[in-house]
């Protein structure tokens, strides 16, 4: 198999009471997984079973729908487990705190925004914290799997922070309360993540 599911690192229920065990049971073993079975059917004896996540998402636009929505969430899951940790790590710091300072105006500002860009999303998809290749950062949002990655976003950048707000990643805890999850998921964010990912 050319894509594989990740391990999460940490158990089911270490974000809580953030986010459910069971959501996470689901949402990892169900949905995450779902998407890497149906990406290796997708690229299964084609070139782009060989293909990085990173390459796929570059071309998306040559690729099937298959290819993009499953594609776009194996990497966009793959990221988001890492970005959480329980209890959260750290703050914004050194550069990363300077660029948002920025951008946003202050961390409050930048938290605003965030959550602004992930309540509004209409239906399924993800809100994000992009760095442009001149190192400051903007918010966007993507419908469905897609991401910033991908040659057919809105806002095209590396994606160092990312909300998941398909109802399958809150429905069972927050059911259509979508703002107290995003309030929640302030409470687990690895920042040390995020800033490995912005300095890389
Ligand atoms: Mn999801």
Redesign the pocket.
């Known amino acids: 198999m050319a894509f594989t599911l990740p391990s999460l690192p940490y158990d089911f229920n270490a974000l809580e009471p953030h986010i459910d065990a069971r959501t996470m049971e689901i ?1 990892h073993g169900k ?2 997984a779902a998407y890497v079975n149906n990406l290796n059917a997708a690229t299964k004896d084609t070139p782009l079973e060989n293909m990085s996540l990173e390459e796929l998402m570059a071309g998306i636009s040559r690729y099937s729908m298959a290819v993009r929505n499953n594609g776009g ?1 194996h990497y ?2 793959s990221l ?1 487990w890492e970005l959480m940790t329980p209890g959260g790590a750290g703050s914004p710091q050194g550069a990363l705190a300077a660029a948002i300072d920025e951008a946003f105006g202050s961390y409050d500002g930048f938290k605003a925004a965030f959550a602004n860009a992930a309540t509004t999303r209409f239906g399924s998809g993800w809100a994000w914290l992009v760095k442009n290749p001149d190192g400051t950062l903007v918010i966007s949002s993507t419908p469905n799997q897609d991401n910033p990655l991908m040659d057919v976003a809105e806002v095209k950048g590396k994606p160092v922070l990312g909300i ?1 707000v ?1 109802e ?2 809150y429905y069972l805890n927050y059911q259509n309360r979508r703002p107290d999850y995003i309030n929640a998921f302030f409470n687990v964010i690895n920042w040390t993540k995020v800033a490995a990912l912005f300095e890389a």
């Open positions: 949402h949905h995450h969430g966009n899951h988001f998941d398909w399958h990643a």
